[in-house]
């Protein structure tokens, strides 16, 4: 999700708000399970 975002905006601290609000966001964990590659 943060590089998604970075190729269009940037502000102060950006990586750490955007992997704090992965983290509390349900739907966000999940999405990131699916793209993730097997180990």
């Known amino acids: ?12 601290n950006m990586k750490i708000e955007v992997a704090e609000f992965v983290s509390r966001c349900v739907v966000c964990r999940q999405v990131k399970i699916e793209h993730q590659k097997p180990a």
């Open 1 to 12: 999700m943060y590089q998604d975002l970075k190729r269009n905006y940037w502000w102060p």
